[in-house]
């Protein structure tokens, strides 16, 4: 980063004392970031062509969208395509779309977002381990209401090509990054938000290779069906 940085004086590399986690790294970006719109990468992924940026940009500015984004592949450590049409992810129409008609939480990096509409209503990363990036995107849209989107794919996850490893502060971090949003889904009255996430963290338990771990944190984490929502006892 700091080559590129020295080659090009619109870069500005940004380093941090200690490992702080994401959600730190991409405050202290939002905060010295000055210019028109803000895009978001993890460091083991990547745009599938050049001008995504580009297209993203002018969509934007032509639209005046606050949050405006495409579609995500996903794809292997060899850059080969593992599915096109990610649920959730992908867009079958070019328009403006009402969050409350989406209701997913998942892949904001596939979007824009205008820097200024971030700063007016603060919008951050809560300083956590796992889980921050749903919450920010959640409140981010809820806020703007509405966000542009297109068929076109934005950007390429990159799936399989590594193993991650929990222990239990990124355990809890998850769990409680959950327990807020579905608060914030019963609170605005976002039923299939809830419903879906609800289900998706119960695998994700599950899924956990401590059992001693994944038994302890079922037993803070139960959902009850009542009247197509939910309701937590904790």
Same mark, same amino acid.
């Given at each position: 980063? #700091?080559?590129?940085? !020295?080659? #090009? ?15 730190? !790294?991409? %405050?202290? =970006?939002?905060? /010295? ?8 990468? $993890?460091?083991? $992924? ?14 934007? +500015? ?14 292997? $450590? ?31 990096? +596939? ?12 919008? +951050? ?7 921050? #990036? ?9 806020? !703007? ?18 193993? #991650?490893?929990? =222990? ?20 605005? /009255? ?15 338990? *599950? ?9 302890? *944190? ?6 009850? %069906?009542? $009247? ?7």
């Amino acid at each position: 980063a #700091d080559s590129y940085a !020295a080659r #090009d004086a619109r870069i500005k590399v940004l380093h941090l004392h200690e490992k702080q986690g994401a959600s730190v !790294a991409r %405050n202290l =970006g939002l905060e /010295r970031a000055r210019a028109e719109f803000i895009a978001f990468m $993890d460091s083991d $992924d990547r745009y599938p062509s050049v001008d995504v940026l580009e297209q993203l940009y002018s969509k934007a +500015r032509a639209t005046g969208a606050q949050i405006c984004g495409g579609s995500l592949i996903l794809m292997d $450590d060899a850059s080969r395509v593992i599915k096109w049409k990610v649920p959730g992810q992908f867009f079958e129409e070019e328009r403006f779309y009402n969050y409350r008609e989406y209701q997913y939480e998942g892949g904001f990096y +596939r979007f824009l977002y205008r820097r200024v509409f971030l700063e007016v209503h603060q919008l +951050r990363f809560p300083p956590r381990l796992r889980f921050e #990036d749903p919450l920010f995107f959640v409140q981010a849209m809820l806020t !703007a209401g509405s966000f542009y989107a297109m068929p076109f794919i934005s950007y390429a996850y990159r799936k399989g090509h590594k193993c #991650d490893t929990w =222990g239990a502060k990124e355990a809890q971090d998850h769990v409680q990054g959950v327990r807020e949003l579905l608060k914030l889904s019963r609170e605005r /009255r976002l039923e299939s938000l809830g419903m879906t996430k609800s289900t998706v963290v119960m695998n994700q338990i *599950l899924s956990i290779r401590n059992m001693t771990l994944s038994v302890k *944190l079922l037993k803070k984490f139960c959902f009850i %069906n009542s $009247d197509r929502m939910y309701s937590q006892k904790w």
